[in-house]
Antibody, heavy 120, light 107 residues
Framework: QVQLVQSGPEVKKPGASVKVSCKAS????????ISWVRQAPGQGLEWMGW????????NYAQKFEDRVIMTTDTPTSTVYMELGSLRSDDTAVYYC?????????????WGQGTLVSVSS | DIQMTQSPSSLSASVGDTVTITCRAS??????LAWYQQKPGKAPKSLIY???TLQSGVPSRFSGSGFGTDFTLTISNLQPEDFATYYC?????????FGGGTKVEIK
């Protein structure tokens, strides 16, 4: 069965960086892309960007493109999302979600979420 | 960016009711619309994609319709496990965007 398993919660200080992982299993990693979606406490869903599992091409939301980096490690079927210059309003649950590899798409499977807390 | 507007933001209903949630796109998105269900403390779950196609395992009491800018999610014969927050999402173009959510509460 398809699973996306994310790394554990993180506590960071303002200005620091955080790197969250998402390990995929149960499907051919290179046939799909992964998006990252975040949800601030009590708020809605916000798409951050997408990375191809096939060739690691990326598409970032303009809001994040100067401080987010998404990477893949194909041998371990793992996707990483690194967000830098953290601010208190980056406190949120970060989800990875599987989508199509070649175009914008919906998300059929989601990771369990990783809480990132930013506080001095 | 395409803005997605959901209404209502919340509603109260009873078990057995039929509820309808509306999602409006700020520009045409053809049929590139998905719906998700989220329960407190959990990741969203995919319900419907391409406006009206149910994900595998999703009960047939869920249905979706629409085209272009106006879409609906209908839940017939509301069950206790359906009380949750529902989000629409467009994937016509980047950046992918979500509606603000509709919370379905027990009356």
């Amino acid at each position: 069965q398809v699973q996306l398993v994310q790394s554990g919660p993180e506590v960071k200080k303002p200005g620091a960086s955080v790197k969250v992982s998402c390990k995929a299993s149960g499907y051919t990693f290179t046939n799909y892309g992964i998006s990252w979606v975040r949800q601030a406490p009590g708020q809605g869903l916000e798409w951050m960007g997408w990375i191809s599992g096939f060739n690691a091409n990326t598409n970032y939301a303009q809001k994040f493109e100067d401080r987010v980096i998404m990477t893949t490690d194909t041998p371990t079927s793992t996707v990483y999302m690194e967000l830098g210059s953290l601010r208190s309003d980056d406190t949120a649950v970060y989800y990875c979600a599987r989508g199509a590899d070649s175009s914008s798409s919906d998300f059929d499977y989601w990771g369990q979420g990783t809480l990132v807390s930013v506080s001095s | 960016d395409i803005q997605m507007t959901q209404s209502p933001s919340s509603l109260s209903a009873s078990v057995g009711d039929t509820v309808t949630i509306t999602c409006r796109a700020s520009q045409g998105i053809s049929s590139w619309l998905a719906w998700y269900q989220q329960k407190p403390g959990k990741a969203p779950k995919s319900l419907i994609y391409d406006t009206s196609t149910l994900q595998s395992g999703v009960p047939s009491r869920f249905s979706g319709s629409g085209f272009g800018t106006d879409f609906t999610l209908t839940i017939s014969n509301l069950q206790p496990e359906d009380f949750a927050t529902y989000y629409c999402q467009q994937y016509n173009s980047y950046p992918l965007t979500f509606g603000g959510g509709t919370k379905v509460e027990i009356k």
